[in-house]
């Protein structure tokens, strides 16, 4: 596996970031940065900081962006390698409610139990206009963004 995983974080969230690695050791996976903020939280600093994890981070491949208070799931490494070998997009693996999903798989996704095997695969997330988490995201080394969003967060 190519990922490379890296974790912001806030100073006073401690407990909670140490049992998130905790939480990826157990599942074999390593972060190999973790920024730490020490401001206030605010929405610009909290991007700053994701910002720099995500600089840190990038050495030409993928790099899984997680929120220092998420739980793994023990397939999280065989993910990784399929979407490392498939996938060539932006991905979020994090996003457990419903009105997300379309109709065939959002009951499953509801009930938190798995779906039946024809309808596995990537989905295209709707209605993402009210989430404002990012808790855990995939970014490919083929992502390419236009100039005018990768200035915008540059200077977010």
């Not at 401690?14 to 605010?42: C, M, N, Y």
């Not at 996938?87 to 419903?98: D, E, I, Q």
Request: hydrophobic share 35%.
């Amino acid at each position: 596996m190519n990922t490379t995983i890296a974790i912001y974080s806030h100073a006073t969230r401690k407990q909670v970031r140490d049992a998130t690695i905790h939480d990826l050791r157990h599942v074999g996976l390593e972060p190999e940065v973790i920024t730490i903020q020490d401001a206030p939280p605010s929405q610009i600093a909290n991007r700053r900081n994701a910002y720099t994890a995500l600089v840190k981070a990038y050495d030409g491949n993928p790099v899984l962006m997680l929120e220092d208070d998420v739980k793994p799931n023990a397939h999280l490494p065989a993910w990784l390698t399929w979407l490392e070998r498939y996938s060539t997009t932006v991905t979020t693996l994090y996003a457990p409610v419903g009105k997300f999903y379309n109709a065939a798989i959002r009951p499953f996704v509801e009930a938190g139990t798995v779906p039946p095997r024809h309808l596995h695969g990537l989905y295209t997330l709707q209605g993402l206009r009210g989430w404002y988490g990012a808790q855990a995201v995939w970014i490919t080394n083929t992502t390419r963004g236009s100039h005018h969003q990768r200035q915008a967060i540059h200077n977010s």
